[in-house]
């Protein structure tokens, strides 16, 4: 209460605010900035262990002796695929049948709000197939899951193959304890989404499927397989799912104990484990696969089929097979025995896998950053716009310092006799912001059909270029509030706009942040420099570059670019283009179909934040 | 200044019709912020269907409101949109009432004391002008009908905004002079909820003042009106209990609502105090701090009361604050009614010190609650500790919301009697403070 109630205190305090207010921003950030950057040191970030009782201690022997078979089985399933032309249900269901499993299938169709082009698919309809072997020492009440995805071409044809041996010697085995589901899904996320709503007796989304389904219990845990080759010569595992959400950091510990026991080679983020770390070369390794690890996580896009189960509280990964040219290769008996172990450990759960962390960075596969140690970075980023509220709020807004006879010292910009800036001023403006979030939110796919009529564009690029016309659209504002306002703004009312900007910006982010890190640090990192420095006096050229580098179209183009660029496969600006166009459909297609967040966020928080910013700097 | 008010409505009343049309109300009312155990409209509808089954509604064990609001739901169950529209209506027009009236004994209790000269000479600047005043019920009425906490608990229908109706029009007989009206609505009002029972105080010593007895334990007329409005108010009340008891012919609701709310037995998180601390409780011990808890309601009453004995109405401010915040199952339906007098202590505006950082933590508790609901409830990332320490946060805010108002007024009051300009014995400039 003292530093609240005792006015001494407070003065000295406020003092330090207003006077050293520029010189502590930019020392924030860079601390910020520091600390995100020191992160990926090794030597900071603790080495991960299994936390979890159940999974530690015991040991288990994997015999996984049909390798073989799973290739045999992978070549049934994709001559029958192109034979039926896509799923080959009947038969994938006829040899779950046969190897004693209970076999079910679920239709599903979906039809997308616009056409996916990257996909190229519209109307999708489709059919999962799935089998549950019962577990013979419990009742049903308890599952795991491990899927494959049933795709166009070549692709994942082993996969399927080693789901089906795996199922095999499975349901040989008597120690289980939990049913496992054996899920091969059509259309990737899509089917995995009807699979998950079925399962569960939902519907979030427009998705129709039918009839009801075979159920085992509730799933504890669940593994997605891609495998489109007969051998492999190392694993990555994919980790990032719906809006950033990530697995429980024992079910990565369980995968790279495995991996580490069978000798099998796995990477994260495409990146290998480098094993010094006191070197500069080191740093950055670490450094790459943690800002590919927080630009697939601010992404909010699943970066597997594993994805979709996050949001159902099931732990779950997806671990790709690679095959490069290296010459050290492991057969499907070594992934086999790899898998089996990880499904005996998860056998021996006792309860839900929490013991581990939920929110951490990874800059390798062995070292975890946890949130106590990732959060400061974001804080000092906070801190600035907390700074620049502070600096604005406490003289226009809280008239104590100048009631008190003392306080009144503190503020000599402040004359008395202008009046207090009127709140209604900034009505129009305010509301025009988030008039324009709205209408960026809805319009694109609500008007694709007047658009298409009208100019000579197909569907999936009128939403686009509408999504795009709006945006650029919205920065031409400024005008129309002036016009609204016929000049009633004072000179002080910039400052009151200003400082609501800051607190909206503040909140959004700091709220994203915790729903999702990466999005709200990428963000903060961009945003925050611009809005503490924008103001209507001082050099406006300057000033309109660094809010345009800042606004959020321009942080994903960046994104896209920076990433691209971090996997060593640099984009060109034509070619970065091209992507910023289809993560724009993507995000917005994501959005409708598995419920993302990012598009919303982005369209009805931080776009109408930022387009008051631009306000300010364009106050008459 | 009818013509604004009636403008409010309409644009209350839409923004609530398109709320109860938007996919949005189902969402809101199964917020646990704004509907509580007492209050959930769920819970009523569950009451309505054990009752039209010739049942007890308290026998399931899930109602816990009064026989009096199942009765009235039982003939308008088909309006309840409409009913709790015309309830948040009814609440902004009583408080809009009771505020110009109040300010008109404002303005002349001011008029009265300038002219006896009870003010410092140049305390000027502090004096209420009507000019500032005029806007004042509107305000309040803008504040109430327009506040998010209000909407949303009406769009989630919860049965707060009926208790909010009955208090209002509590405050509105009271500030009006009827001992009577004002028993009766206390009666009902302390009926629906219990807490509301503290409210007896201020309102007692408000009519005192405008009957102009003064309160001295020794004078006759002071006791003799003070029985007469206990007495009202105990009869009031003997007569709906006796109702509600011919209504259902049993004694089910006392400890279905009641007891439901004294010893809090439903542990669903809520922006409230109680839920953590007795969910992490040993049973043995609940009972002591189920005590300490309630009391805290009650506590204030006493010294409230002796330091605001010339100031009923903020008292009664402070005492409707208290309880929301301390009261075992509050919803934001309860902050958005104390929050409504707001405007009519803009005059304090001046010695408030910390309203920005208030304002700030308690838009961003609001903000934070589903955040962390979702990590917590869906995401299964976050924990119990996470929604908590903003449930703490929130209130923590409003109390400290609440006591700068008090500290301002108290403030005020002091400056108005020894002059804005307070000067050491030493001659030098003194600074007021309060620790």
């Known amino acids: 209460m003292g530093l609240l109630s005792d006015p001494q205190c407070r003065r000295a305090l406020a003092r330090l605010v207003l006077r050293l207010n520029t010189p502590l921003c930019v020392l924030s950030y860079m601390l910020g900035l520091g600390w995100f950057l020191a992160l990926a040191f090794p030597p900071l970030a603790p080495r991960t262990y299994m936390s979890e009782n159940a999974m530690g201690s015991t040991m288990v022997e994997e015999k996984f002796p049909l390798g073989e078979r799973a290739l045999a089985y992978g070549r049934h399933f994709a001559g029958h695929k192109r034979k039926a032309g896509g799923m080959p249900v009947a038969w994938l269901e006829q040899t779950l049948w046969l190897l004693g499993l209970e076999a079910h299938r679920q239709p599903f169709a979906r039809t997308l709000p616009f056409p996916d082009e990257s996909r190229e698919r519209f109307m999708v309809r489709g059919t999962n197939v799935y089998g549950i072997l019962r577990a013979p020492r419990a009742a049903s009440t308890e599952a795991l899951v491990l899927s494959a995805p049933c795709s166009d071409g070549h692709l994942n044809n082993q996969a399927v193959g080693l789901l089906l041996a795996l199922a095999a010697y499975f349901r040989s085995q008597i120690y289980w304890a939990k049913d496992i589901i054996f899920l091969v899904t059509e259309h990737d996320l899509l089917g995995m989404e009807a699979w998950l709503e079925g399962y569960h007796d939902v519907n979030l989304t427009d998705m129709r499927s039918a009839g009801p389904l075979g159920r085992a219990g509730a799933i504890q845990a669940a593994i997605s397989l891609e495998l489109s080759s007969d051998v492999v010569t190392s694993f990555d595992v994919a980790v990032e799912g719906l809006n950033g959400q990530l697995p429980n950091l024992d079910l990565l510990n369980l995968f790279t104990a495995f991996c580490q026991k069978n000798g099998l080679l796995c990477t994260i983020q495409g990146k290998l484990q480098r094993s010094d770390w006191d070197s500069l070369a080191a740093y950055a390794h670490s450094l790459q696969t943690l800002l590919l690890m927080v630009l697939a996580q601010a992404s909010g896009q699943p970066s597997g089929d594993h994805g979709l189960f996050l949001r159902y509280r099931i732990e779950a990964l997806t671990l790709r097979g690679i095959n490069s040219f290296r010459q050290y290769k492991y057969d499907m008996a070594t992934v086999g025995k790899t898998l089996e172990g990880m499904f005996r450990k998860l056998n021996n759960l006792l309860e839900r896998l929490h013991q581990s962390y939920f929110f951490y960075l990874l800059p390798s596969l062995s070292r975890f950053v946890s949130i106590g140690l990732y959060m400061p970075a974001l804080g000092f980023l906070l801190l600035v716009l907390l700074l620049r509220i502070s600096l604005w709020g406490c003289p226009t807004l809280t008239p104590w310092c100048c009631s008190d006879p003392h306080g009144a010292l503190l503020t000599p910009q402040v004359s008395p006799q202008e009046p207090r800036p009127g709140l209604l001023v900034l009505v129009p403006p305010v509301l025009i912001c988030h008039a324009a979030g709205v209408a960026l939110y809805l319009l694109p796919v609500l008007g694709q059909r007047v658009a298409t009529q009208h100019f000579p564009v197909a569907e999936a690029e009128a939403v686009v270029l509408t999504l795009i016309a709006i945006y650029v659209a919205g920065m031409a504002l400024p005008h129309s509030t002036h016009r609204v306002l016929s000049g009633a703004g004072s000179a002080r009312s910039w400052q009151v706009l200003k400082l609501l900007a800051l607190l909206e910006l503040s909140l959004l982010l700091g709220s994203l942040a915790l729903l999702n890190f990466s999005l709200g640090f990428v963000l903060a990192l961009t945003m925050v420099p611009a809005a503490a420095a924008v103001h209507p006096g001082g050099p406006k050229v300057l000033l309109v570059a660094l809010l345009v580098l800042a606004t959020p179209a321009v942080t994903l183009l960046l994104g896209i670019l920076m990433q691209r660029e971090l996997l060593e496969v640099p984009a060109g600006l034509a070619e970065g283009w091209q992507l910023f166009l289809s993560a724009l459909a993507q995000g917005l297609l994501q959005h409708h179909l598995y419920g993302s967040f990012l598009c919303p966020v982005l369209a009805l928080g931080l776009y109408p934040a930022w387009l008051l910013l631009w306000n300010v700097l364009f106050w008459k | ?435």
Request: charged share 10%.
């Open chain 2, 1 to 435: 200044m009818a013509a604004p008010l009636a403008l409010l409505l309409l644009a209350a009343v839409t923004v609530r019709a398109a709320l109860f049309r938007s996919s949005l109300a189902a969402f809101i009312a199964e917020r646990v912020e704004v509907a509580s155990p007492l209050s959930a409209w769920k819970r009523v509808v569950e009451g309505l269907a054990l009752l039209d089954l010739g049942v007890s509604p308290y026998s399931g064990a899930v109602f816990h409101e009064t026989p009096l609001i199942i009765y009235l739901f039982h003939f308008l169950i088909e309006y309840a949109e409409l009913v709790f529209m015309i309830t948040d209506a009814l609440t902004a027009v009583a408080l809009y009432l009771a505020i110009q009236d109040f300010n008109k004994v404002v303005f002349k209790k001011q008029k009265l004391l300038i002219e006896l000269d009870k003010y410092a000479p140049d305390v000027a600047e502090l004096i209420q002008t009507p000019l500032e005043m005029h806007y004042i019920p509107l305000k309040v009425a803008l504040f109430y009908l327009m506040n998010p906490y209000t909407v949303m608990s009406c769009v989630a229908k919860s049965t707060c905004a009926i208790n909010n109706t009955v208090t209002a029009f509590f405050i509105l007989a009271t500030i009006k002079g009827s001992a009577f009206l004002s028993a009766v609505f206390l009666a009902l009002a302390t009926y629906q909820s219990l807490y509301p029972l503290t409210l007896f105080a201020p309102a007692l010593l408000y009519l005192l003042q405008r009957q102009f007895i003064p309160v001295k334990p020794r004078s006759k007329s002071f006791w003799l009106f003070t029985l007469q409005y206990a007495a009202l108010y105990l009869c009031s009340l003997v007569v709906i209990v006796c109702l509600s008891f011919f209504l259902l012919n049993s004694w089910d609701f006392i400890p279905a609502v009641y007891g439901f709310i004294l010893s809090v037995p439903d542990l669903t998180p809520n922006v409230g105090l109680f839920w953590y601390f007795f969910a992490e409780m040993f049973e043995h011990f609940s009972l002591f701090f189920v005590c300490v808890f309630q009391i805290n309601v009650f506590f204030y009453t006493v010294p409230l009361a002796i330091k605001l004995k010339e100031h009923p109405m903020f008292f009664m401010f402070v005492q409707i604050a208290v309880i929301s915040i301390f009261k075992s199952y509050p919803t934001v339906g309860d902050v958005a009614l104390y929050m409504a007098f707001l405007p009519v202590w803009s005059h304090l505006y001046r010695f408030l010190r910390n309203v920005f950082v208030l304002s700030c933590i308690l838009v961003v508790c609001s903000v934070l609650f589903p955040v962390l609901w979702h990590l917590w409830i869906y995401a299964g990332s976050a924990n119990s500790n996470f929604y908590y320490a903003i449930t703490l946060a929130f209130n923590v805010g409003q109390i400290l919301l609440v006591s700068d108002y008090f500290y301002a007024f108290l403030r005020r009051e002091y400056y108005l009697t020894h002059g804005l300009h307070l000067t050491r014995p030493d001659g030098t400039e003194a600074v007021l403070v309060l620790k």
